[in-house]
Every structure is written in structure tokens, then in C-alpha cells.
């Protein structure tokens, strides 16, 4: 058998020549790599070594996580294999869709196993009680249809179906609920089914009164409430059966780029349809009758392979109001805040910068920093222009406010605002129309190419009279609220050459123009891939040459089949290759003749490893990038996407000392990816201590705090 390393070619055909593997022996699953990422979140709920309250936020993980799949990946599966309305029936995406179902509907199960069985009755032992209605003593039951009567039934509109009431549209993972009744309505007609739409606007979870509860605290679900008293809307009618449903519909946006003439007002025209887009799943309750959820599937068009039965609300990611409104902080992780970077403390940070660049690491040191950033150059009546990408940001942000204050100033300020960033569509909306009624340049990137890279220039004029850059470059977004729970590094620098680079990034983007031959960055859809390629082959010939390979990297996912070809031919050259991934990956390792030298880890604990790291040992030179993209063809392709080099040695170290090693040596919240596809958990093994390297993080970077 020819060995991969003799070969002049990574392609598909020669690996599998090579190794005698077929295709599916090359690959893993996408869509299973995915659900299987699911299913070590839940084994973070199922940990009883993690508080309670904590459990059952990856709970909610989950559920939102599920969410997403069927909104996006299988809605897109289902759309590429739909003509004339009609799904597509050959073997290959009947099988892959009868496999997806099979996994999802047991990830299900389980989420319902753990929250029934296991973290319920625990947080009630902890005083923490959710109250379902044969639960509630007579003092609650009071007060709960006293709260019915005057919060939710005047907000009920139940709908019963008629030739001239027929099935009302139904909300992308909205409550309602569906209702089967005996007798006649007021007209003498035998109208035998009632669909009820539970009002947004109401909290899905309620506290119940202090003094009704004996001990801590009580709260019950409004689908449990309306469930007690929905036979109160329909008088001298009897309720045979009724359940719970919510329907998940296809998310993605779809917006002829190429044909409107005004990429945002297109696009808030689509944001009202999305909440009605083609159905992908159903969720019933789980003694829903089976006529009842027969008819819901008609009605959705869609086929019983894809009814859910749950045994609890329909949409458990509400359940996060539960955890917002419990006051028990010892069932919550210990509090930790960020340290702020001592060399920051009272300094002009331009000053400091001309000094030496800075590394930021999140969210074990703040993000304020950046904030600040962009605040005093909104401030600095020496600060001319500042520019910026925008992915995700939120609906409240102080970083957005300062550039409209920039503006409003007279400052330059230009923004890329990405409308196309899924679920944040109109929070950038809102930003993009503020920041343009302030003055600011605002455009939207280019047609057909998300901007994901993460991009701020400030252009200031220094004291001798010249003009200087100052860049920040990060791994994830400028978002308040994520920047505190997710990892990411930042990097602030006056380097004149790399900041000069993001300048000219700036430049393609609002100009359109051919980008400029870039020295440092590398920049999506036109160096970036090619770049990964080049270092990954420049590893696999140093290990030809007798000298020792090694590449490091860290991503959120790893699906790019060009990518995964020259690892397998670089592992076949000797080249010891060690990916840390958080989610999906498609790449086999561990496999002999393919990719023996290849590890595969999935790291899951309090934080969401969000990082993207590159690491080239490149005899002794450490090349170390940071980036936006992950080794996904979308990414290296279908984005606007940048890769930097950090440079100095002792921030290298740090990189590789604190977003690489410690990844590596976890034997706490690592999982192993075996060459099957299946995960592994690490353990301690012997004489081995427990070392988790978030927690090693926090301890070394942050401050930990007192519960007080």
C-alpha cells in the first residue's frame, strides 16, 4: 500500500488509494459530530459535582442548542433536498434523516430524564420548588387561578376552528395550545377543536408568593397554570383532552443580495416572515392523544418521524427564568470577576501601546478594557477616525454608544455593520440606523460574504504631527453579555505594519476594492484557507527533513475537507497534530495509515471555549495566530474572516501557556473524539491530580470572589 506521506497530492482520491478507506472512512458525520457536542453538554447536567442551579442551565443549552440544529442545519437539509415542494426520497438523505431523528429524539429523553428524575426533586430538596397544579397546596391553587383570572385569561384569544376560523398561524417555537371538546358551541355547531395561543408577553415562569410557600421558594410554569384553568374558556363546554404544542420552523434568512437595492429594508421585511417559516419539528406534551398530534402534524405538514413527546414544557429554555429569579447563591458556580491588566491602572492606554502591544484574555481579564478603548478614542480630540466591524454587539452596548459619540464629535467613524449575523439581525438593525442618524459611515459589508472578522482601528494624530494606527483584532465578538462567559483573546497594537494591514481590511470592505497583498494578516475568502494550508505543509516538510513537526489548534469547529486532507497528509509525514475543538468536527483521527498522529479534544465547563488558535512549531519559530474563523468551509470562504500573528515572544508565550497547554493537559472537562466518532471523557488516571484548566485560569488570571 502506498503511504500517504510519498504522495505529491492531499487529494480525496489518493488518501483514499493510500489507505484503502472509502469516503465515510475519511470523514465523520457532520449532523452526529453535532448532536454529539449535545450530548456532552448534557453530561455537564448530569455532573452532580456541578451546583444545581448550573446543572440546569446546561439543560437550557441544550434545548436552545437543539433549537438552532433543527432551525438551521435541518431546515437546510430539508430545503436541499426539496423539489416542487416534494422532499427528495433517495437512500442516502432518507438514511441521513432517519439517523438524525433516531439521535435527537434519544438527546431528548435523556434532557427530560435529567430534569425530572434528577435536578427537579434536587432543587426542591434546596428549597426550590416547581410547582405543577396537583403540587400546589389550596392557598397556592387560589392564588394561582386568582392570577389567571387577572393576568392571563384577559389576554387569552382561544380560536376555535370553523370554515371561518381555520388554523391560525402558528409562531416560530411559540406556547399555544390545543384543545378538544365535547358538546356544542353558542351557535348549536359541533366545533370539536380549539387552539389557544399562550400571550409573549407574559414570564413563562412565576413566583409564587412567599408566605403561600413553607419553605424557600415556589414558582410555577404559565403553561402549568393555563393547563388548570383552560376549561374556563370554554363555558358549557367539556374539555375532553388538550396539550401543550410548539412548532420550530426554518430560521434562516433569504435575501436576494443581487436584486434589492436596500440590503436592510429587505431585510426587515424578512424578519417578520422568519417567525413563519417552513415547519422542521413539532413538540406535544407527552400524553397528548394521538388524534390531537395527528392533526398538528397535518396541519404542519410534516411527518410523525419528526413529533416530539416531552415529558415537561415544550420549550425548556425558558426555564433559564427559574434560574434568574432563584435566590440561592451556593447553588451557582462561585462568582468570579475578571482582573483588571495592571499596566492599564490610571494610563493613557495610547501610551502604553506605543510601548508594547497587549494581550487580552477573556473572560479572565476584562473586556472594560476594550470598551475603554473605543470610549477614549471617542473622547481624544487628537483621535481623527475610528473604524469598526460589527457581528454581534447586542441591544444594549456601551462599546456602540461611544462610536456614536464619536461621531456626533466629528470623529470619522466608520462601521461594518453585518446584518446577516443569525438572531442579531435586529439588534444591528437598530444600531446600524442609530450610528447613521449620528453621522456615521455605516455599510454592510460585502453582497454574499458575512463579516465575522473582529476588527477596530483608531487613526490618531501623535504629538511630532504624523498620523498613527491603533488596532484592536480578537477572536469573538464585541458583545457585552458573551464576553463574560465566553473565551476569547483580544489583541491591542500599535504595530505600524499590522494595523496599517487592518487599515487596508477596511478599505476592501467599504471600497470593494482587490485587497491589497497583506504581510501579516490573513484575510477570508482570499489568503486565509491557502495560508492554514501552506503552514500545515511547511510542518509536514520540516518532519520529512528528520526535524520535529508540530501543530496546535483550537476552534469552535473543524468540517473543511481541504483542511482535513493536508492534516492526514502532514500526520502520514510524522507531524504530531493536536486539535482542540469545541464543537462538530469531521475529521477521523487515530485511524493508522491516515491519521495516527492525530488527537482530537473537546474541552465543556463554565465557560464556552470560543478561541480560534493556530500554532506552527516552524523549527523553533512558534508562528502562533489568533483568529475569527474556524476550519469550516463557510469561514474560509463564504466570510469576510482575518487570521493575525502575534509577534512578541513573551505574548506568544502566553498564548500558547494559556490558551493551548492547559487545554491539553485538562482531565476534567476534556473529551477525547475516538477514531469511531465516539467521546471519551478524561479521567485522572493513578496517581494523576484532577486539573481543569478553565478552573486553572480563573485562578491564575482572575479574582475570585466571596459569595458575600
Not at 255 to 274: H, I, W
Not at 615 to 642: C, K, P, Q
Request: charged share 25%; glycine share 6%.
Amino acid at each position: 500500500m502506498t503511504s500517504i506521506a510519498k504522495l505529491t497530492t492531499d487529494s480525496e482520491s489518493a488518501i483514499m488509494s493510500a489507505t484503502g478507506l472509502n469516503r465515510s472512512g475519511i470523514y465523520l458525520d457532520r449532523e452526529h459530530s453535532q448532536i454529539a457536542f449535545n450530548w456532552r453538554v448534557l453530561a455537564q447536567a448530569e455532573d452532580k459535582s456541578i451546583p444545581l442551579l448550573e446543572r440546569l442551565k446546561y439543560l437550557c443549552i441544550v434545548g436552545s442548542n437543539l433549537d438552532e440544529f433543527f432551525e438551521v442545519r435541518v431546515a437546510s437539509l430539508l430545503a436541499q433536498n426539496t423539489v416542487d415542494g416534494q422532499l427528495a426520497q433517495h437512500a442516502t438523505f432518507t438514511s441521513m434523516m432517519e439517523r438524525i431523528s433516531t439521535e435527537c429524539h434519544a438527546l431528548a429523553l435523556r434532557q427530560y430524564e435529567v430534569l425530572n428524575h434528577e435536578i427537579l426533586p434536587a432543587l426542591s430538596r434546596k428549597g426550590i420548588h416547581l410547582l405543577r397544579h396537583s403540587d400546589r397546596n389550596e392557598a397556592q391553587r387560589a392564588w394561582v387561578k386568582s392570577y389567571f383570572d387577572r393576568e392571563v385569561r384577559p389576554l387569552l384569544t382561544p380560536i376555535g376552528l370553523d370554515p371561518a376560523h381555520p388554523f391560525p398561524q402558528v409562531v416560530n417555537k411559540s406556547l399555544n395550545f390545543i384543545v378538544s371538546l365535547a358538546g356544542k358551541d353558542a351557535f348549536g355547531r359541533g366545533t370539536a377543536i380549539a387552539i389557544v395561543k399562550a400571550p409573549r408577553v407574559l414570564p413563562r415562569v412565576i413566583k409564587i408568593p412567599d408566605e403561600l410557600t413553607e419553605k424557600g421558594q415556589a414558582f410555577c410554569l404559565l403553561s402549568s397554570i393555563i393547563h388548570a384553568h383552560i376549561g374556563d374558556l370554554f363555558n358549557d363546554r367539556e374539555v375532553l383532552a388538550y396539550s401543550q404544542f410548539r412548532v420550530t420552523r426554518d430560521s434562516d434568512l433569504w435575501v436576494d443580495e443581487d436584486e434589492v437595492k436596500n440590503l436592510r429594508q429587505a431585510l426587515q421585511g424578512e424578519l417578520q416572515g422568519r417567525q413563519f417559516g417552513m415547519a422542521v419539528r413539532l413538540e406535544v406534551a407527552k400524553n397528548c392523544p394521538e388524534s390531537l398530534s395527528q392533526f398538528l402534524l397535518e396541519q404542519f405538514s410534516l411527518s410523525k418521524d419528526r413529533l416530539y413527546q416531552v415529558d415537561g414544557p415544550v420549550n425548556m429554555v425558558r426555564l433559564s427564568e427559574l434560574i434568574d429569579h432563584a435566590n440561592q447563591a451556593n447553588l451557582r458556580f462561585p462568582a468570579f470577576s475578571a482582573k483588571p491588566d495592571s499596566k492599564l491602572s490610571q494610563k493613557n492606554i495610547f501610551e502604553v501601546l506605543n510601548k508594547q502591544d497587549i494581550l487580552l484574555h477573556h473572560p479572565f481579564q476584562p473586556f472594560q478594557t476594550v470598551i475603554d478603548f473605543i470610549r477614549t478614542a471617542s473622547l481624544d480630540t487628537n483621535v481623527l477616525a475610528i473604524k469598526q466591524t460589527i457581528y454581534r454587539t447586542g441591544m444594549n452596548s456601551d462599546l456602540m454608544e461611544s462610536l456614536i459619540t464619536a461621531a456626533r464629535m466629528g470623529k470619522e467613524v466608520t462601521v461594518v455593520v453585518e446584518l446577516m449575523a443569525r438572531f442579531d439581525e435586529e439588534a444591528n438593525i437598530n444600531w446600524a440606523d442609530r450610528l447613521q442618524r449620528a453621522g456615521a459611515q455605516v455599510v454592510y459589508g460585502v453582497v454574499g460574504l458575512k463579516t465575522h472578522a473582529k476588527l477596530a482601528l483608531v487613526i490618531r494624530r501623535e504629538e511630532s504631527g504624523r498620523l498613527k494606527h491603533y488596532a484592536h483584532l480578537g477572536t469573538g465578538n464585541y458583545h457585552p453579555s458573551t464576553t463574560r462567559f465566553y473565551t476569547d483573546f483580544g489583541l491591542l497594537t500599535a504595530h505600524p505594519k499590522k494595523a496599517a494591514e487592518v487599515n487596508e481590511v477596511f478599505i476592501h470592505l467599504t471600497g470593494l476594492t482587490k485587497p491589497k497583498k497583506l504581510e501579516y494578516l490573513w484575510l477570508a475568502p482570499f489568503s486565509l484557507q491557502p495560508k492554514i494550508i501552506k503552514a500545515i505543509r511547511n510542518e509536514a516538510r520540516i518532519a520529512r527533513e528528520g526535524r520535529p513537526g508540530r501543530i496546535i489548534a483550537k476552534m469552535n469547529a473543524l468540517v473543511d475537507e481541504t483542511v482535513i486532507r493536508a492534516l492526514y497528509a502532514a500526520s502520514a509525514d510524522g507531524v504530531k497534530i493536536d486539535l482542540i475543538v469545541r464543537g462538530a468536527c469531521t475529521l477521523r483521527p487515530g485511524v493508522p495509515g491516515l491519521s495516527e498522529n492525530i488527537t482530537v479534544r473537546s474541552i465543556i465547563g463554565r465557560f464556552l471555549e470560543h478561541s480560534r488558535i493556530y500554532y506552527f512549531r516552524n523549527d523553533l519559530e512558534h508562528n502562533v495566530y489568533l483568529a475569527s474563523a474556524d476550519w469550516m468551509s463557510r469561514n474560509l470562504f463564504r466570510r469576510i474572516e482575518v487570521a493575525f500573528p502575534v509577534l512578541e515572544k513573551n505574548l506568544k508565550k502566553r498564548i500558547i501557556t494559556e490558551g493551548l497547554d492547559p487545554y491539553l493537559k485538562d482531565n476534567q472537562n476534556a473529551w477525547v473524539l475516538e477514531s469511531d466518532g465516539s467521546y471519551e471523557r478524561k479521567k485522572p488516571r493513578g496517581k494523576q491530580k484532577a486539573f481543569s484548566a478553565q478552573q486553572h485560569l480563573m485562578q491564575t488570571l482572575g479574582s475570585p470572589e466571596s459569595d458575600d
